[in-house]
């Protein structure tokens, strides 16, 4: 059961920060001013990752050794949830980060509803997982 709880405290972290991401953080980001917005944007980047980076990399590991140790479609769906949400984010949202404009905020709030969604999703199964 030891893993099955640090899955759903992986899980209930990263929805919770993915959720006061979309919700609070990234509206924010428009009050910030143009001449402002470089300095801004880099420090965000920059103090997120210690936020996030941690308990994304433990998901999929934490994911890995589940699925070993207790194999089965919720398992299996855990760590594809895990494992895609880390790889969209290193993927594509680092890039898309990389190359933010202001102008470009409504599209990073509605593209990162799509990641709270799945985090929401991956925090479902985790709980099915621990029950």
Known sequence: MGLEVANLALAAYMTGVIWVVQVVLYPLFGCVGAAEWPVFHAGHARRIAWVVVGPMLAHPVVGIVLLVERPGALAAANLALAGGLLLVTAGGFTRVHAGLEQADLGRLVRL????????TASL???????L
Request: glycine letters at 14%; hydrophobic letters at 75%.
């Open 124 to 130: 479902g199964v985790a709980v099915a997982l621990a």
């Open 112 to 119: 990162n509803a799509l990641r709270a969604a799945g985090w």
